[in-house]
């Protein structure tokens, strides 16, 4: 994937609390870092948009909608 070269200022107690990880070897260096930091977040911020989402849903009306027509097709279905 190609990549691209961007400036971010960070505080100090934030740098070194990266260049900890990267001494640790847990990133090989700090790109790496920020990337999976800024990867993560964004997949938080979108787990928290769907359950947003799902929130607005009617639970009733939904559960209506899953167990429509399953009294024909129930009966069809093999035991297990």
Known sequence: MPTARIAVTVDRELLARLDRLVRER???????AVQAAIRDQLERLD???LA????????VAEQQLADE????????????
Do not use: H, I, T
């Open 26 to 32: 847990r990133f090989a260096n700090r790109s790496q």
């Open 52 to 59: 947003r989402e799902c929130a607005k849903l009617d639970r």
């Open 47 to 49: 787990q928290n948009r």
């Open 69 to 80: 027509g399953l009294g024909v097709d129930a009966a069809q279905w093999p035991e297990y």
